[in-house]
């Protein structure tokens, strides 16, 4: 074997044209080769680029850059369930063509634990969406001004890394009181919904041995004589909002037994409501509708598009 490649090797170097037309044929080949090789690897790049640009891993309140949400009026005694959805699709609402896994993390403030629905998932190619639930749990009671916080992060590293997340921020307005908004794009109306899971009522006028602010539990409460329950109240609240945006049903009970509203004129020369008080008694959740001038808007509130809601709320 070595001495026929020897004496092809002589035979060339004494054979000039042969050898040119060897090298020449080499030279074809390898183009040839280099060409395919080159398509090859183009398309392999091109493939990748294709399917990097295709690859979308977004969520309706996660972020790259950590988006924070406050709820302002946490009960700070009530477990919080938050939904997050995550999907594969761009603003154009074009899915990805693959499927995504992607794992969850939750970390948790002081005085709360965080639960999460499931650890992580799959967003399927079929609906390129797939919603958990994050629950932040208070491990001790938390008194009005105290806020804590959980942080949920989303992460696919397969076949693409990207992580997103979100830092939720609970504040304790006024303990045992939640208050939320909830509201769709074109939708006609929204409610502020308000809920108290206080277990007693405040004295608002002295009586007998009560002093005004002195809390009477519901048991003792429904004891009371009518004359004497008139001295008292569950949590009053005061809602505000801008009757350019919004008209209030003033047909709600809680309205209708208000005790006392501010009026704005407006540039039709009519009078509308633009704030009202009004007491919200023990162990009640409340749903007040507001009529909105602009039904392509949504106020949903809080974990909405406003960090502010259209409707504020005040307690005492």
């Known amino acids: 074997m070595k001495k026929k490649i020897r ?28 060409v395919n090789f080159s398509r090859y690897v183009k398309q392999i790049i091109e493939n990748y680029i294709t399917r990097t640009e295709r690859f979308y891993f977004n969520s309706d309140k996660l972020t790259t850059d950590n988006k924070t949400f406050e709820i302002n ?47 992580g998932g799959t967003i399927e190619t079929d609906t390129n969406k797939d919603t958990f639930t994050a629950t932040a749990i208070p491990t001790r009671p938390f008194q009005d001004g105290e806020s804590s916080y959980i942080k949920v992060t989303a992460r696919t590293t397969e076949p693409f ?16 009181l939640s208050y939320k908004i909830e509201d769709e794009q074109g939708q006609p109306y929204l409610e502020s919904v308000i809920s108290n899971t206080d277990d007693y009522y405040i004295v ?19 004891l009371l004589s009518e004359g ?45 409501v633009k704030s009202f008080k009004f007491s919200i008694p023990p162990q009640t959740a409340i749903a007040i509708k507001f009529y909105k001038l602009d039904v392509t808007e949504n106020y949903t509130y809080p974990l909405g598009e406003d960090d502010d809601p259209i409707v504020e709320i005040d307690a005492s």
């Not at 170097?13 to 020449?24: D, L």
């Not at 890394?161 to 045992?176: M, N, P």
């Open 161 to 176: 890394e990207k992580e997103l997340s979100a830092t939720f921020v609970f504040v304790v307005g006024h303990y045992g």
């Open 73 to 119: 009026y946490w009960p700070g005694a009530a477990p919080y369930e938050i939904s997050i959805t995550v999907n594969s699709l761009d603003n154009n609402l074009r899915g990805t063509d693959i499927e995504i896994d992607y794992a969850l993390t939750c970390e948790a403030g002081a005085g709360i634990r965080c639960e999460l629905s499931q650890n």
């Open 204 to 222: 608002r006028t002295a009586f007998g041995t009560h002093s005004v602010g002195d809390r009477i539990s519901t048991a003792e409460y429904s």
């Open 7 to 34: 004496r092809t090797f002589e035979y060339l170097k004494t054979h000039k044209k042969a050898r040119i037309f060897s090298i020449a044929i080499i030279s074809v080949v390898s183009i040839f080769f280099l």
């Open 228 to 272: 004497e329950k008139n001295n008292c109240s569950g949590v009053i609240i005061e809602l505000s909002f801008d009757p350019n945006d919004l008209r209030l049903d003033m047909t709600n009970y809680y309205y209708q037994n208000k005790i006392s509203e501010t009026i704005e004129p407006l540039s039709d020369g009519y009078n509308y």
